[in-house]
């Protein structure tokens, strides 16, 4: 179990997790410890071999992700988007998705090919892309997150269907985590919440 302020001993939490579904808040002030905290989930995504991971992942409830579509911390390029906002979506495009907090599980989701994405990095510089291809997958991925939105949600109801099974065994996963005390109740999950939203938020 994590207490409040503990940055460093964030952990990637699995679906059904309550902060999955929670709404983020815009990201106010960015401090050594946040810095400390993006690093800290840098390692937690090299470690699980993602390419991107947004901070409600690791049961933060700020607007902000990650992406390094190497997933290996020497290669590629490391990208934060701090309060992104999506635009201009085109096209439209099937690919198969996975993600960090449903371990083992992918499936089919139907996407725009290409956005535009306005966000901030960790030293407040605007970043502004024109996006296609992975990037554009990953970052539509990562920002539904902060929505509270995950990629099961945007499967046909046939995928969703197959996906199904492996939804009941996370749900059983939680309950056992529960039982255990290493994941707290609902209250005491929102209260974390509300501490790190009036410190960052
Ligand atoms: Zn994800």
């Known amino acids: 179990m994590t207490t409040p302020m503990e940055g460093s001993s964030i952990q990637i939490v699995s679906f059904p997790h309550p902060t999955l579904r929670h709404k983020s808040k815009p990201v106010r002030r960015v401090d050594a410890e946040l810095v400390q905290i993006v690093r800290e989930m840098f390692r937690l995504m090299y470690a699980n071999n993602g390419i991107g991971l947004a901070a409600n992942q690791v049961d933060l409830p700020l607007r ?16 934060v988007f701090i309060n992104p906002v999506l635009s201009k979506p085109k096209g439209n495009e099937e690919f198969e998705e996975g993600c960090l907090s449903f371990p083992e599980l ?8 290409q956005i535009t ?10 970043i502004r892309m024109n996006l296609d291809g992975m990037l554009a ?3 539509q991925h990562e920002y539904d997150h902060l929505d509270g939105t995950v990629f099961v949600d945007r499967m046909t109801p046939t995928a969703r269907a197959k996906a199904q099974p492996m939804l009941d065994e996370f749900e059983l996963g939680l309950r056992a985590l ?3 005390g290493a994941v707290p109740g609902d209250d005491v999950i929102a209260s974390r919440l509300a501490q790190w939203e009036q410190r960052y938020a």
């Open 117 to 126: 994405v306005q966000a901030y990095n960790l030293r407040g510089e605007e």
């Open 106 to 113: 992918y499936g089919p989701v139907t996407r725009p090919k």
């Open 178 to 180: 529960r039982q255990t």
């Open 64 to 79: 902000l992700f990650i992406v390094n579509l190497s997933a290996k911390p020497d290669e590629g390029e490391e990208f």
């Open 137 to 139: 997958r990953v970052i």
